[in-house]
């Protein structure tokens, strides 16, 4: 089983891999198409890297607004734009590709989806007034953007249209939480572990009733717990349930 772990130096690779995945199974390119697509985001990190607005590459940005940021500052840049131009607009090409993939665009469903179902070391842990795991926004729009946008406790759940993509507004969660990433080898911030829910049905998932709870994390654990255990998370259905059912707030 293939692993997605973090580079030598220290930086989170699974944007990375997960892209490489994705135009190569999801999207279904060729290698040497893929290597133009790795080479014009190499390109747009090193002019990001000359700026000091990041520490290693684009793959480290877990934030789609941050990403739209960067996008800007390089389409600003007149050397960027000129190297663009001489390259037959290469360099843009690539770059809209991969945040066309980073906002989910092309994902066609989440059982398509479960081909980058790989292990992926855990994100660093930080410090504010308590400790929490990093997750990426980016990883929680794709998941969003899989279920097509409906609620998957009930697809039926209708909801507002969101001011930021015109979308039926959904929110992500975690079936397993985050607090509880120390228990695991690989990371909880994967797309196995992530659902597309309705604000209701999410708020109902935290603060609900066990009894009311406990049908709808058993039908999540039948449709998930083969890409639980691709993703290098190893537990059973009762662990499962008692980690979903705690510690939800």
Not at 218 to 231: G, V
Request: with cysteine; hydrophobic share 35%; charged share 30%.
């Amino acid at each position: 089983m293939r692993k997605i772990s973090k580079q030598k130096d220290g930086k989170d690779a699974a944007l990375k891999e997960y892209y490489k995945l994705y135009l190569l199974h999801v999207r279904g390119l060729k290698e040497s198409t893929i290597r133009h697509y790795f080479n014009s985001i190499q390109t747009a990190s090193r002019f990001l890297l000359e700026k000091n607005l990041i520490r290693h590459d684009i793959y480290e940005i877990g934030d789609l607004q941050c990403l739209y940021r960067l996008r800007d500052i390089l389409y600003a840049d007149p050397e960027f734009v000129e190297l663009d131009r001489r390259g037959n607009r290469m360099y843009s090409a690539g770059l809209n590709n991969y945040c066309r993939f980073a906002e989910g665009s092309g994902f066609l469903n989440a059982t398509a989806m479960t081909c980058l179902d790989v292990p992926v070391e855990p994100r660093s842990n930080v410090v504010r007034e308590n400790m929490k795991w990093q997750r990426s926004n980016i990883l929680r729009v794709q998941a969003l953007a899989a279920a097509k946008y409906a609620c998957e406790v009930d697809s039926v759940h209708k909801s507002f249209i969101a001011r930021k993509n015109d979308k039926p507004y959904m929110e992500g969660h975690h079936l397993i939480p985050l607090l509880n990433q120390g228990r695991f080898e690989y990371s909880l911030d994967v797309y196995a572990n992530i659902v597309c829910l309705c604000p209701l049905c999410h708020r109902m998932l935290h603060y609900g009733r066990k009894q009311d709870l406990e049908p709808i994390l058993e039908r999540f654990w039948i449709e998930r717990c083969k890409r639980f255990e691709h993703s290098g998370l190893s537990l059973t259905e009762g662990q499962f349930m008692d980690l979903a059912l705690k510690n939800r707030i």
